[in-house]
């Protein structure tokens, strides 16, 4: 059974940092990308980040990038999204996920197989 679950979100005011973490289990997590998304209330899921298996490769939103970065520990089986500069905007529930093997530079969220719960993030003004 393959599981996974985040951690990290909070209240925080506009500029501030946050960290979410998602650890997983029941997959061979070093042989899958991994991914970052996002979800506005009524609105579908949108992709925020992800990283390759190794972690060598990493792709970002353009709203986030220079200021969010993605990286993961393999060895801990844990994904990592550090949130800089944060934003009102970026107030949203933040879900990881679980995609194909190797290297997947798009941002489809049909090409993940696995969902964490989410977690959420308020940015406030």
């Known amino acids: 059974q393959v599981q996974l679950v985040e951690s990290g979100g909070g209240l925080v005011q506009a500029g501030g940092s946050l960290r979410l973490s998602c650890a997983t289990s029941?997959?061979?997590?070093?042989?899958?990308?991994m991914g970052w998304f996002r979800q506005y209330p009524g609105k579908e899921r949108e992709f925020v980040a992800s990283v390759s298996d190794s972690g060598r490769n990493t792709y970002y939103a353009d709203s986030v990038k220079g200021r969010f970065t993605i990286s993961r520990d393999n060895a801990k089986n844990t994904v990592y999204l550090q949130m800089n500069s944060l934003k009102p905007e970026d107030t949203a529930a933040y879900y990881c996920?679980?995609?194909?093997?190797?290297?997947?530079?798009?941002?489809?969220?049909?090409?993940?197989?696995?969902w964490g719960h989410g977690t959420q993030v308020t940015v406030s003004s």
């Open positions: 029941g997959r061979t997590f070093s042989v899958y990308t």
């Open positions: 996920a679980s995609g194909p093997a190797g290297t997947y530079s798009g941002t489809s969220s049909g090409r993940y197989d696995y």
